[in-house]
């Protein structure tokens, strides 16, 4: 059975759609979306030799060689221009290196109209990212699994503004409000309160003082959402 992460992922593939899948490891979520019927091609690749093995053996028994290309190579270099890919998945990495996966193959992206991607961590600089090339978040979602809380982002091209407090939250995720949301930030709220009761104890440098502000303007940020 899929994950509820990797489940939620997939309700956001279009009906139809072509997806590419990167950095599949088992290739469970491409196999999940032709199994229900979403999708009928789609593309899974792996630029580390292991999860690349798995994923073929997972496509080969689940008998879906003739509809998930199973592809060896760096991050969207794993597209090729005949797949027709518009939807691409990038799930269980940190934001930072989900980021420079779609920096370092720009040109892929001009055919894709969707990217749904899930950051264990840092989902900021994927929101960064969108605001400076023209994505817009289309919808984002907040759920907690095994303990651990996952943001999950829909990106469409197109323009949007958003504030200091949205790159940090998610526009979707304060309008939404949800327990997980509150219970992410609230934890990260006491995190940065601990950090600042330990720099108040320390010696006053110039550079003590920068990050205290720091923090009490994050702090401030969050607590006012
Ligand atoms: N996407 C699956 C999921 O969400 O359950 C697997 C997540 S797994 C933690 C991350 C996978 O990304 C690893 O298998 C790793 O080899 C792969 N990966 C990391 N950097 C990559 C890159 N630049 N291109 C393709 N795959 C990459």
């Given at each position: 059975?899929?994950?509820?992460?990797?489940?939620?992922?997939?309700?956001?593939?279009?009906?139809?759609?072509v997806?590419?899948?990167?950095?599949?490891?088992?290739?469970?979520?491409?196999?999940?979306?032709?199994?229900?019927?979403?999708?009928?091609?789609?593309?899974?690749?792996?630029?580390v030799?292991?999860?690349?093995e798995s994923?073929l053996?997972?496509?080969?028994?689940?008998?879906?060689?003739d509809?998930i290309?199973?592809?060896?190579?760096?991050?969207?270099?794993?597209?090729e221009q005949?797949?027709?890919?518009?939807?691409?998945?990038?799930?269980?990495?940190?934001?930072?290196?989900i980021?420079?996966i779609?920096?370092?193959?720009?040109?892929?992206?001009?055919?894709?109209?969707?990217?749904i991607?899930?950051?264990?961590?840092?989902?900021?600089v994927?929101?960064e990212?969108?605001?400076?090339?023209?994505?817009?978040v289309?919808?984002?979602?907040?759920?907690?699994e095994?303990?651990?809380?996952?943001?999950?982002?829909?990106?469409?091209?197109?323009?949007m503004?958003?504030t200091?407090?949205?790159?940090?939250?998610?526009?979707?995720?304060?309008?939404?409000?949800?327990?997980?949301?509150?219970?992410?930030?609230?934890?990260?709220?006491?995190?940065?309160?601990?950090?600042l009761?330990?720099?108040?104890?320390?010696?006053?440098?110039?550079?003590?003082?920068?990050?205290?502000?720091?923090?009490?303007?994050?702090?401030?940020?969050?607590?006012?959402?």
């Amino acid at each position: 059975k899929l994950s509820k992460r990797l489940e939620t992922v997939a309700s956001f593939v279009p009906t139809g759609a072509v997806v590419a899948d990167i950095g599949s490891d088992h290739a469970y979520l491409p196999c999940y979306l032709v199994q229900q019927g979403i999708v009928s091609q789609a593309v899974a690749g792996e630029v580390v030799k292991g999860p690349y093995e798995s994923a073929l053996r997972q496509v080969r028994a689940e008998g879906l060689l003739d509809h998930i290309q199973v592809r060896l190579a760096d991050g969207l270099a794993a597209i090729e221009q005949d797949d027709r890919v518009d939807t691409v998945t990038i799930a269980g990495m940190g934001g930072p290196l989900i980021v420079s996966i779609l920096e370092k193959h720009p040109e892929v992206l001009t055919s894709v109209t969707r990217l749904i991607l899930q950051p264990n961590i840092h989902a900021k600089v994927i929101r960064e990212w969108a605001l400076a090339h023209g994505w817009a978040v289309l919808d984002e979602v907040i759920l907690e699994e095994d303990d651990k809380i996952y943001e999950i982002l829909v990106l469409q091209k197109g323009a949007m503004q958003l504030t200091e407090a949205e790159i940090l939250l998610g526009t979707h995720l304060i309008a939404q409000h949800t327990a997980v949301f509150v219970k992410k930030w609230t934890k990260e709220i006491d995190n940065w309160q601990r950090i600042l009761q330990d720099l108040n104890r320390a010696e006053a440098t110039p550079d003590i003082q920068a990050k205290r502000e720091e923090l009490q303007q994050l702090i401030q940020l969050v607590e006012g959402v």
